[in-house]
């Protein structure tokens, strides 16, 4: 089977799937923006797009603008690609950034799956749900959000199915196409990711932890509200306080991944430590940016307490990775956490707003060492159960794609193409 993987960010959520079908001996291609250092048995094409987006037009067009001038570029290297002879059965996409817009123009006759990462709703998801940093009316959302929908409504009539990492994300999209969508997480290699008592982790010159010591944790790819880093920080003066011996690792960039930017020339990690630090002892909070994959495994290792907090919105790999790392986790009650973690069996929930809930749960877990370790055993045999990869979501990601070929086994008449 010849497969083409099309993604901004190439490998992205594909990191595992793409080199599963280049091991049973199908043809893979990948097409993206990035510079992909490459893997073993697969082509990758770079695209690169020769329009900047418009800045003049109304600001919400400039997402969609820039949907059609990443897709322009992709198609170029699609007619490339074809122009050598390259017919894929089946291309699975990230539709989110607009690249595979035109991708059934150049191959009509090939499966197109789609990567359902989130469908932008006004009500019951992110948006206004924090009402400190509000968006604008239900209708200016609304309007707003249909734009910014408008590249996986132009993609979902031409798909063949869909895959999602949950169901609550599945479940933001609309019907009828939401009935096509297959639910498998992109899965987390629990054999890797595992419980390493002895570890322990060298902060500094000065300072080593390991699981002796009292330590509370926080993780986001970037410190930003939507993640609840404004909650966690406001969070510290009063439970250092209560906690004098415990430290605090904190990860994450500077960056921002969701949601708004902050004021310019700022960041929302200084933001909100500025308003804290003078009440907080500095020398037991630890922001160590962003680091690698076995340095953050090493960091869950030795947590005795894991926060993470989210919006509802797309559920981080992070947490299911605390969990199979056998952390006690505290986590907002939020629908995508509930749909991972039922409350007090595999971690305890708290309202995403409520400081003193969160304050009272993470100092409650701090003194109940058999606590803990249920909530953590709980929340690796989940993770292990409904979320392993190569035990459960690989074979069932590989299962979705022969589906979509195997439901176009009678393909269309090709239509002549004009030379």
């Known amino acids: 089977m010849k497969v083409l993987f099309v993604h901004q960010n190439f490998p992205g959520q594909f990191r595992s799937l793409a080199p599963a079908l280049v091991r049973r001996g199908d043809t893979v291609v990948a097409m993206g923006m990035n510079n992909f250092p490459g ?172 699981r002796d010591d009292e330590i509370i944790t926080f993780v986001n790819r970037n410190l930003e509200p939507y993640r609840g880093y404004h909650i966690f920080m406001r969070s510290l003066p009063e439970l250092l306080a209560r906690r004098p011996n415990a430290r605090v690792l904190i990860v994450g960039g500077d960056e921002v991944s969701y949601g708004a930017a902050p004021p310019q020339g700022t960041s929302w990690r200084n933001i909100f430590l500025k308003e804290v630090k003078d009440d907080i002892d500095m020398s037991r909070v630890h922001f160590l940016g962003k680091i690698p994959y076995d340095k953050f495994l090493g960091l869950l290792a030795i947590s005795t307490v894991h926060v993470y907090l989210t919006y509802p919105f797309v559920l981080s790999w992070s947490l299911i990775e605390s969990m199979a790392m056998e952390c006690a986790i505290v986590a907002s009650d939020t629908a995508p956490v509930r749909e991972a973690i039922d409350d007090g069996k595999q971690g305890v929930l708290v309202p995403f707003f409520d400081k003193a809930a969160l304050i009272n749960a993470v100092c409650g877990l701090l003194d109940d060492p058999d606590r803990r370790a249920q909530l953590g055993a709980n929340a690796r045999k989940r993770a292990v159960a409904d979320y392993d990869l190569r035990s459960v979501c690989l074979p069932r990601q590989i299962e979705w794609v022969d589906s979509l070929v195997a439901g176009r086994q009678t393909p269309p008449a090709k239509k002549k193409r004009k030379k």
């Open 39 to 210: 893997s073993p048995g697969i082509r990758y094409v770079h695209s690169t797009p020769k329009y900047s987006t418009a800045t003049d037009g109304h600001p919400w067009t400039r997402d969609f603008d820039s949907k059609v001038i990443r897709a322009d570029a992709t198609y170029k290297s699609a007619m490339k690609l074809r122009e050598e002879g390259f017919e894929p059965d089946v291309i699975i996409t990230h539709p989110g950034w607009g690249e595979s817009l035109f991708l059934k123009t150049v191959w009509p006759n090939a499966a197109l799956g789609l990567y359902c990462e989130f469908y932008y709703n006004a009500d019951g998801a992110d948006m206004d749900f924090d009402p400190e940093f509000p968006t604008g009316s239900f209708e200016e959302n609304s309007c707003r959000l249909l734009v910014k929908n408008a590249g996986n409504i132009l993609q979902m009539p031409q798909a063949d199915g869909g895959i999602a990492p949950t169901r609550w994300q599945a479940a933001s999209f609309p019907q009828p196409f939401r009935d096509r969508i297959t639910v498998v997480h992109d899965g987390i290699d629990t054999d890797r990711v595992k419980p390493n008592p002895a570890i322990g982790i060298q902060l500094n010159q000065d300072v080593r932890l390991s």
